[in-house]
């Protein structure tokens, strides 16, 4: 889960057509989907001083704790494999299909020629997967690609292998505490009634790293919180987590429309986020040629974003030269490598000249600034540096003209504090 609307629309339109001296500028806040409870805010919480209890009331408002019974859960630890190894240090039993049992000692190879399933149940020492530790039963089934593996063990035991896996070692015994409740919830909201296996051991799910996993410190909270879970009248939540809002966490309503909305899964401010390497990301400039591939929106434009209250964007249109075209805020993160749906697009665009300027003149050069402040028109010298030739004050629909005096062909750019747009040239005649 760890590493991801509605009301109000940013509607960031660029007034006729955009120039080859367009640059596009993506910044944004966070990492994730900005669901539930955000990690680096619950560590800042725990700094200030508050609770598990007061962590999770504050990320998931409206629920109540409560002691779930133990049970079991089937993990997807592999698939797809050709084949795989399982051993122990100690003699562990293999039960075929038919319940036979056969006691092995150190190292059983699997391949698909083999009659499946196969579950191994350890004995004195944990069993590995092609060297890697899990504690309780492992079953290798034939999956659609090759060889699937399912570790099955007591839902604390597999919660030792994710929060510590979910978190950073050293963080505050009450942010861990509050990612053992949201863990459990979770995987228990999670079960599948008639499937395989209940939890994938990636993203998709929550991270899982078995025995390898395992730290002293997360497995003191798993333990401090053991059985507690998170109800909403009296049901388990599924209570999604990420590891960085930003400053504000998003709503399930907002980010997976149609998909999800429950009523504790609601826009937070997240107050002490601000500790968090990944609280304020970019800017990252591309070019409009750069977005166009990176896309598949060849005639490409401009990008218009929708936002909702708690800032997340929710649609990306992009706009050609004839036709537009919607995608969702994931998709355009996903497409660019972007952190989170947190994010705003900002422009700088230089009208390339319609004709040569005349020697000495007053000559005007035309564009497009939004989202930006402290732009500057700038001129590359004989010397190869770039100088600033006139401050651009752009009117209310973003639009500006500078004024300039060219002696001869020279290239411009527009340039701020963070980003420096694409060269034009200018001829004089």
Known sequence: MRRLLGAIAVALALPGGASAGSLFVIDGRGWGHGVGLSQWGAEGCAIHGWSAERILAHYYPGTTLAIARPVTVRVLIAEGRPRLRVSSAKPYLVRDAQGRT??????????????????????????????????????????????????????????????????????????????????????????????????????????????????????????????????????????????SSGGRTAAASDVWPGRVDAPYLVSVADPFDAISPYHRWGPLVATREDLARRLAAPLLRDILVDHSESGFASDVRLLGARTSRTITAREFADALGLRSTAFAVRVLSLDAPARAAPHDRPFSLEGFVRGLGGVRLEQRFADGAWRTVARIHPRADGRFVAKIRPRRTAWYRLATSEAAGAEIKLPVA
């Not at 059983?108 to 009659?115: I, P, S």
């Open 102 to 243: 056969t006691h092995v000692k150190g190292g059983f190879v699997v391949t698909g020629r083999r009659a499946l399933p196969l579950t191994f149940v350890p004995g004195a020492q944990p069993l590995t997967v092609d060297g890697v530790g899990y504690r309780g039963e492992l079953i290798v089934l034939r999956g659609t690609g090759g060889l699937d593996v399912l570790n099955r063990l007591p839902l604390d035991r597999y919660l030792r292998g994710v929060v510590s896996a979910e978190m950073p070692t050293g963080w505050h015994a009450a942010a861990y505490e509050a990612q053992a409740v949201a863990a459990r919830s979770y995987a228990l909201s999670r079960l599948r009634t008639g499937s395989v296996y209940d939890l994938r051991a990636d993203q998709s799910d929550q991270v899982y790293l078995g025995i390898r996993g395992e730290d002293a410190g997360t497995n003191l909270a798993v333990g401090a919180t053991a059985g507690k879970v998170l109800t909403w009248h009296g049901r388990v939540i599924t209570a999604y987590y990420h590891s």
